[in-house]
């Protein structure tokens, strides 16, 4: 997921976001292969209007409101 504050950086720009997300990616693939464990992308959904979850400045609290969106929204 691409949070709208992403979104807004990149200047609403969905292509430069798609190739950033990609590099990024690519380069935790990379860190991940010694260990014979392979990082793809199976999806990417842009927040383009709003963030979905309210983000905190905790991590575990953000992590937990994405967890139940995804559990609620996503599957």
């Known amino acids: ?3 709208h504050g992403m979104y807004k950086k990149y200047s609403h ?3 430069k976001i798609k190739v950033r997300v990609h590099q990024m990616v690519n380069h935790i693939n990379e860190m991940y292969r010694p260990l014979n464990i392979a990082i793809t992308l ?3 959904q842009i927040w383009s209007n709003k963030d979905l979850i309210t983000v905190k400045s905790a991590s ?3 992590l937990n409101l994405f967890g139940n969106w995804r559990k609620t ?3």
């Open 13 to 15: 720009n969905s292509d």
């Open 73 to 75: 929204v996503l599957l």
């Open 1 to 3: 997921v691409v949070d």
């Open 42 to 44: 199976s999806l990417l």
């Open 60 to 62: 575990n609290v953000t």
